[in-house]
């Protein structure tokens, strides 16, 4: 019986967090703020994005909650409006950060089994949505982009070698983002890794998409058959370890397990392998590194925050002499870049006030480039800095580095 | 769905910033105090946010035209479902579109502030200044002006800054007849600089708000801010007797020193520490029974006196540190008990228990009767046939807990008696209600009384409380704050506090 109130994220039904919300949210609405001794200024001190743009109640993890209580109970039926509600959310995931300490509860997950139950119900996902999951049946990305020009951003010369040759057993997963939309990050990684001469592969026409789209608009099963792909070649290759560009990717392989899938394989973030090497080798003066640009402040992917994966990019950035401004919201509380969980595919213009927000703030620091790792993010901030005519550069710590590195 | 009141309404706030769609009005149906009581949800007919003090009266103005309820909610917990409708209407949901920091006052100790402002934004500004506003017993995520107004959870600033009610300095409010009306601070526009009483002119703002019903929503409100101090301390010992905490309690309230003074007893503060109830019940078997915890602030010289005296009186009376030498204990540094301190919960993170309130009752008991009402409620459940026995509840439904305050001098304390279970057993909520109302009786019969509200009885005086009621009748005659009992009597009264 008392086995009952341990709450496992493996307990994982629309029903169990259903009387999660009976019992547990008690609209405390820590899950709309900072963590509250870290509110440094009053203007940054709330974390959820789509309740700060929409305001009802209704668009904050603890109205979400409601949501699903009313909608399984028959209170509110499927609606227009239900569907902007459950979708508008980035599964940023700030709000599950702290409602683990208050109210016990998982919004986040709770939210995504929403999104879930609307796909299951034929609710959602949203045309967007469904259009990139056609898109990755098709082609593995869910751009619409060709299969065969997946790898066309790779340097000429570099071919992909045998992983079972590779003591380290490195593969990178460049990610459908990464290799059709911002190509700089994953050729200013593989520049980086070949100077340090780190050997690694790819998976060349093996990778598909690794599901992240699909899983965070509720699309599971597609998100499962693509993902179950990448980690039977990955198997077969005899990989050891998965390097990453993208905190999508990150997210999305390791919780395979959730999904029934067995990781065969390490997954860290590239900056997770570098970091220490870099430092290592600037330290022993094995490598040159030049300072690329003076100042920068540094922006935490929230797929990444999931994972409390906050200092190797941020020992980086020291590393190669930049001076690092902190935002007000940083690690746990940093603020969403706007683009996550489907959002910008159907809510553009939303997307791209939640990234003025965010930009805004890494103004208040003084710095005119904000840094990150994650080539969404990235490509977010860059559309919404071009569309305001904001003075701020985007770049990703690899590109840095490698600029670092005078590559 | 559009009807003429909706249809002003857009014209009021704008058409973005109101709803009567089902699905956003489900988000304003329950609060902790629907969960606790199992009350059914229950959801406005609208719902609009405002951005300025003239829309607040227009909205208020269209409500009284329609004679249809309106409510106010802000931000944070709302403990005691005053802002959940009882039949419909017009909820004004003031905490996103009115949070402005207006003014920072450092030169008279006061800030201006708008109600969506939280103690969280409020103090992350002051203390750049070396200025803070005690947190009285809530999460920072709370409403500044509406919690204060609501007296918090404990009615306190803290020990040395004095009651909740005592931390205004002026409202704005608009009434329920669409006019403004300003006491305190605003009260006279020729003499600003010295109207810092809080109080007048007209019926006292303390009585604008509690279960009978509030007079009109309030649109700014100015706060003292005191000196923040350079250094804070928070001594936690532990006692296995209830005669011996409560020595030690009042000892260290009579010497006049801490913030922050209370002890937390049973699943008061295990609560804080488990995430299941059979680890909780785990806690509670092997862990003292009551925790001390004082917190001070101020210079050095005085947070180390303070701490001194602090722990000399603990130990003299049985108190045990276990916090230096046990590091799990520490995790109550981040919780409530260390934001006694007079940061308050400012630092708080881990606010709530797993487990939601069920019987109890706030006590205003002198120093010394703290452990006989202690001991009436452990025999209350503890002699009973159904809650005395271990098998019926094997989750530790009914694990006892109790806070203290000490307030007034030190001459009475609030203490708070609640044992708290799952509240979906419909078994454990019939016995809950049963027991409920034995404890009260068996109180009663000790010459105790349990208070609605904790400080009320100390802090309302009824022929004020008469004045309030006939001004509201006058401002409000067709009663559109308050439309209904919010507590019917059928229903137990939990006894529990706001937010
Ligand atoms: S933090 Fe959790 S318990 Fe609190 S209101 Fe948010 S979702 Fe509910
Ligand atoms: S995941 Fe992010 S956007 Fe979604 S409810 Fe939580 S904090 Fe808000």
């Keep these: 019986m008392s086995q009952d109130y341990i709450w496992p994220v493996t307990r994982y039904s629309l029903e169990d967090y259903y009387e999660e919300v ?36 209704a668009y904050y993890a603890s109205g979400r909650n409601e949501l699903i209580r009313a909608l399984l109970e028959g209170e509110v039926k499927w609606s227009d409006r239900v569907r902007h509600i459950i979708y508008t959310c980035t599964i940023c995931g700030a709000c599950e950060a702290w409602c683990m300490f208050s109210g016990r509860g998982y919004p986040l997950k709770a939210i995504e089994k929403l999104r879930e139950y609307a796909v299951e119900v034929g609710q959602g996902p949203l045309p967007a949505h469904k259009k990139f999951a056609e898109s990755v049946q098709v082609n593995h990305n869910p751009y619409g982009e060709p299969h065969q020009n997946r790898f066309a951003w790779l340097p000429s010369g570099f071919a992909p070698r045998d992983v079972s040759l590779i003591e380290s057993g490195v593969v990178y997963f460049v990610g459908c983002t990464t290799s059709y939309r911002r190509m700089e990050i994953a050729q200013a990684t593989v520049k980086v890794l070949e100077h340090l001469e780190i050997p690694f592969t790819v998976m060349d026409g093996e990778e598909w998409c690794c599901g992240s789209p699909l899983f965070r608009t509720g699309q599971v099963k597609g998100g499962v058959e693509t993902l179950a792909h990448n980690i039977e070649v990955l198997r077969k290759m005899k990989a050891k370890k998965l390097i990453v560009s993208c905190a999508g990717c990150y997210k999305t392989f390791r919780e395979a397990p959730r999904y029934g899938l067995k990781l065969p394989l390490e997954v860290i973030h590239v900056t997770q392998l570098l970091a220490p090497l870099i430092k290592e080798l600037a330290g022993k003066g094995k490598i040159k590194l030049k300072r690329p640009i003076e100042k920068s402040t540094y922006h935490d992917p929230c797929h990444l925050r999931l994972f409390r994966m906050f200092e190797p990019p941020r020992e980086i950035l020291r590393a190669i002499g930049i001076d690092l401004a902190e935002m007000p919201r940083n690690r746990l509380n940093s603020f969403c870049c706007g683009y996550g969980g489907g959002v910008r595919a159907e809510f553009k213009d939303y997307a791209l006030q939640v990234a003025s927000m965010r930009l805004e703030e890494a103004k208040s620091t003084g710095a005119n480039v904000i840094a990150s790792i994650c080539p969404f993010c990235k490509h977010n901030f860059l559309e919404t800095a071009g569309v305001l005519g904001l003075n701020m550069k985007t770049y990703d710590v690899m590109e840095l580095l490698a600029k670092a590195l005078g590559l | 769905m559009d009807d003429a009141i909706y249809n002003k309404l857009k014209k009021i706030v704008g058409p973005e910033w109101v ?32 951005s300025s003090v003239a829309e607040v009266q227009e909205t208020v103005i269209l409500a009284r035209e329609f004679k249809i309820p309106i409510y106010v909610a802000t931000t944070g917990v709302n403990t005691r479902s005053w802002h959940i409708p009882r039949r419909g209407g017009i909820l004004i949901d003031m905490s996103k579109r009115m949070k402005k920091i207006i003014e920072i006052d450092e030169e008279n100790f006061r800030a201006v502030v708008e109600p969506g402002v939280t103690f969280a934004m409020l103090n992350s500004e002051l203390q750049k200044r070396g200025l803070y506003v005690p947190v009285p017993g809530a999460p920072s995520t709370v409403s500044v002006v509406s919690n204060i107004i609501c007296h918090g959870i404990d009615n306190r600033g803290d020990n040395k800054v004095g009651w909740n009610y005592r931390q205004i300095l002026g409202y704005e409010i608009v009434m329920a007849d669409g006019n403004i009306y300003r006491i305190g601070t605003w009260s006279n526009e020729f003499d600003t600089e010295n109207s810092y009483w809080p109080h007048g002119p007209g019926p006292s703002a303390q009585y604008m708000s509690r279960p009978f019903g509030i007079m009109g929503v309030v649109t700014k409100g100015s706060v003292k801010c005191w000196p923040l101090g350079t250094e804070f301390r928070t001594v936690i010992s532990y006692f296995n007797d209830i005669d011996n905490v409560c020595k030690a309690l009042e000892e260290i309230a009579k010497r006049e020193i801490g913030h922050g003074l209370l002890f937390y007893a049973g699943h008061k503060y295990s609560s804080y520490a488990c995430d299941a109830g059979f680890s909780q019940y785990r806690v509670n078997r092997f862990s003292p029974e009551f925790m001390l915890a004082a917190s001070t602030c101020g210079t050095k ?31 109550f540094d981040d919780t409530q008990i260390a934001s006694t301190a007079n ?55 009914f694990s006892l807990g109790a806070i203290a305050h000490p307030a007034e001098g030190a001459h009475i304390c609030r203490l708070e008696i609640t044992s708290e279970g799952h509240t979906q057993d419909p078994v454990i909520l019939q016995n ?18 349990s208070s609605y509200q904790g400080a009320q009885p100390l802090t309302m005086n009824p022929s004020l409380v008469e004045v309030a009621f006939s001004f509201r009748k006058e401002v409000d005659p067709d009663d559109i704050f308050s439309p209904a009992t919010l507590f019917p009597a059928s229903l137990p009264n939990w006894g529990y506090a706001t937010t």
């Design chain 1, 22 to 57: 009976w019992t547990h949210c008690v609209k405390c609405k820590y899950c709309q703020h900072v963590y509250l001794p870290d509110t440094v200024d009053h203007r940054f001190h709330y974390q959820c994005p789509s309740g700060e743009v929409f305001k009802f109640e």
């Design chain 2, 343 to 397: 940061m308050c919960s400012w630092g708080a993170i881990k606010y709530w228990g797993w487990r939601k309130p069920a019987i109890g009752a706030h006590v205003m008991c002198t120093m010394e009767t703290m452990p006989e009402v202690y001991k009436i409620f452990a025999k209350t459940i503890l002699e009973d046939e159904w809650a005395g026995n271990p098998n019926n509840y094997p989750r530790a439904e």
């Design chain 2, 432 to 449: 809950i209600a049963r027991l409920d109302a034995k404890l009260k009786e068996n109180l009663r019969a000790h010459g105790f009384y």
């Design chain 2, 19 to 50: 709803s009567n769609d089902p699905a956003i009005l489900v988000s304003y149906s329950r609060d902790v105090g629907t969960l606790s009581t199992l009350r059914r949800p229950r959801t406005p007919d609208y719902v609009v946010i405002p």
């Design chain 2, 301 to 331: 010289r005085r947070v180390e006196y303070e701490e001194k005296i602090m722990r000399e009186i603990a130990r003299r009376n049985g108190g045990r540190f276990i916090s230096e030498r046990f590091p799990p204990w520490r995790i």
